[in-house]
């Protein structure tokens, strides 16, 4: 029996889109890990090699910091794809507010973060944030103030040190305490904060989506990593 080219050509089709269906079934959530999603963004964290010699004077710590260029916040949660575990990561530089110093205590922050404005690799999940799980027509920042103040534990100006604060973190237009635990340093004229918020969603009235093939975890966190400037002297 004799097959024309035709024939011949859609036999091989249909045997393609076989073995792409089979290597899909067996490989599609690590595909969708590794080429849709991609690798999630590092947590912030402060490397001391990587922070220049500090240009600060011990006498000078004290006064008004503002946020500034260099600064992110975001968010950061977990999928399961048929039991496969994708780590998504949201990102915004469109991020604002102060903090208030003596020489040994921050006495008071104010951070603001324009929620509209974090993004991931996909236009459908950012969608979905805004409008639906973050409503941000209605709530279009998150904030943080601090409650209660936060000693320097007497590190050295040229160390890194790791500190805990405590304060109202406001997602969606709902409000808790938290407590964060954060690393800062003095990076030559500047000071570097960064830090993760740990957050079940549900506390914020946020309902974290099912898509039926893709899950998200309950639980997440907001992150941040702040560049404070000098502002007016105490």
Do not use: C
Not at 100 to 114: F, P, R, Y
Not at 161 to 168: D, R
Not at 173 to 191: K, L
């Amino acid at each position: 029996m004799s097959l024309s080219k035709r024939t011949i050509s859609v036999i091989v089709g249909g045997a393609i889109v076989v073995a792409l269906g089979v290597t899909t079934a067996i490989a599609g959530p690590a595909i969708y890990r590794d080429l849709i999603v991609g690798p999630a963004d590092d947590a912030p964290s402060l490397e001391a090699e990587s922070l220049a010699p500090g240009t600060i004077d011990e006498d000078a710590l004290a006064g008004e910091w503002t946020v500034s260029d260099g600064s992110f916040a975001g968010y950061r949660v977990d999928e399961v794809l048929n039991g496969t575990d994708v780590t998504v990561t949201g990102r915004t530089e469109d991020v604002t507010g102060t903090v208030t110093t003596t020489d040994t205590e921050v006495t008071a922050a104010s951070i603001t973060v324009d929620v509209a404005s974090i993004a991931t690799d996909s236009g459908s999940r950012d969608a979905y944030f805004r409008d639906t799980a973050m409503r941000v027509s209605e709530h279009p920042t998150a904030t943080f103030e601090l409650t209660t103040p936060i000693g320097g534990g007497g590190a050295p100006l040229d160390t890194t040190a790791t500190v805990s604060g405590t304060g109202v973190l406001t997602l969606a237009g709902v409000s808790n305490e938290v407590t964060v635990e954060m690393t800062a340093a003095i990076d030559g004229g500047t000071i570097r904060v960064a830090g993760q918020i740990p957050v079940t969603f549900s506390d914020y009235g946020v309902t974290a989506p099912s898509l039926g093939f893709v899950q998200v975890e309950e639980t997440g966190f907001v992150e941040f990593l702040l560049v404070l400037s000098p502002g007016p002297r105490t």
